[in-house]
């Protein structure tokens, strides 16, 4: 089963909840099938809910609601996501109420065209399909469900002037594609000229050459670099109690391990200069999920150089400038500026694969990892493993945002 966890978004930008995406192994061709799917799914939720550290959104099928399997994970924060249609079958909304008087919480995908929703629902979730539904219509059904006292959830909100209008229409929740701050957020300069020169100083040893006096001086002169590093130092497990100094540092671990330690420090400078910490943890999911896929690649780039193509491909949100803009601001080596511009390298086609995970377009997943030649459990595997790296090297804890 493969699966994603999609980031739902409140009026504020501030993350909320995943939802959950799978994709079964092989074809469904019953109805059965599609049971059992999501009887695997309804398993792992109490894995995916320690690893996302929020709530999550699972689609369920009636049968399995039927079954009472849910029941097992009643300390679960989750939501079950049914088809607003199965509720016209009886023994469906029978289990549904008796859930719901339990405790549990539901969602429906699809606008109730048909009878008015029981009372017991006002105020549950709501999921409509931006990309599914004109946007005249969308708007419309967002403000009739927020006057009958529902939640609408906008998915496939994949461009600003889409989320702009659904926010506009009072729309309290959305999911979509990682998308750039609009104009009103402010910048912090000094944020964002940290976090490129963190990038330019990786990429002047992405090629795997050892370090050097130049790193020393890269790290010293900007102090607010030099700070988030110490920061970063202070609160890892490296055994060792807070360096005085970046020079303490250099000499106590090596120029190696600050090297190291750089790649977080570069992702949270980006989710710093974005205003949205989940854009520093996605860069970090993505840069640890690319050294690890990328290992697999013919010619396989050295580890610095794939942790860096997940960093830079988050970077034109956290900075809100385009990739074109951001190869004249970076001195970058080739394979990297094609990250940023085409893609059509090996570094760049990984980019693609994780895209189509992260964002649940399972067909076009299964067709770029056979592109670059990587099996699609091995891509979605290490992404998982990912997201439990980059949550302990951020320091993120279930209760902070992420």
Not at 221 to 227: S, T
Not at 369 to 381: E, K, M, N, S, T
Request: hydrophobic share 45%; aromatic share 4%.
């Amino acid at each position: 089963m493969l699966t994603s966890l999609m980031p739902i978004r409140d009026r504020r930008d501030r993350v909320m909840g995943y939802a959950v995406s799978t994709c079964p192994s092989e074809p469904r061709r019953t109805e059965s099938d599609a049971d059992d799917d999501a009887n695997r799914v309804v398993n792992m939720v109490g894995t995916l809910t320690r690893l996302a550290g929020r709530s999550l959104v699972v689609p369920i099928t009636p049968a399995v609601v039927r079954q009472g399997t849910i029941t097992r994970f009643a300390s679960a924060d989750a939501v079950w996501l049914l088809a607003t249609e199965s509720l016209e079958d009886a023994a469906t909304w029978r289990a549904v109420d008796r859930l719901l008087g339990a405790g549990f919480h539901f969602a429906l995908q699809g606008f109730p065209d048909g009878n008015p929703l029981p009372p017991s629902l006002v105020g549950s979730t709501i999921v409509l399909d931006a990309a599914r539904t004109p946007p005249g219509t969308l708007i419309s059904r967002v403000q009739t469900l927020l006057e009958a006292g529902l939640r609408p959830l906008v998915r496939g909100v994949d461009d600003r002037f889409t989320r702009h209008r659904v926010l506009e229409a009072g729309a309290p929740l959305y999911s979509g594609r990682l998308l750039a701050r609009g104009a009103g957020a402010p910048v912090n300069r000094t944020t964002e000229e940290s976090a490129l020169r963190a990038i330019t100083m990786l990429a002047a040893f992405a090629d795997g050459r050892p370090t050097d006096a130049s790193f020393d001086a890269y790290v010293h002169d900007d102090p607010h670099l030099a700070a988030s590093l110490l920061r970063a130092l202070g609160s890892s497990s490296l055994s060792v109690r807070g360096p005085r100094s970046v020079t303490h540092a250099l000499s106590l671990l090596g120029r190696d391990a600050i090297m190291d330690r750089l790649v977080s420090v570069a992702a949270r400078l980006i989710g710093e200069a974005a205003h949205d910490p989940e854009v520093g943890f996605t860069a970090l999911r993505r840069a640890r999920t690319c050294e690890q896929v990328g290992a697999a690649l013919d010619s396989a780039p050295h580890p610095r150089m794939r942790l860096l193509a997940g960093l830079l491909s988050t970077l034109e949100f956290g900075l809100g400038a385009s990739g074109s803009m951001l190869a004249e601001r970076v001195t970058l080596p080739s394979a990297l500026r094609d990250v940023l511009l085409d893609r059509r390298l090996p570094l760049g086609q990984l980019l693609d694969v994780l895209d189509a995970l992260e964002h649940g377009w399972w067909e076009d997943f299964v067709s770029r990892c056979g592109r670059i030649g990587v099996a699609p459990a091995v891509v979605a595997d290490a992404w998982m493993g990912a997201w439990r790296v980059a949550r302990d090297d951020l320091g993120i804890t279930r209760n902070e945002p992420a």
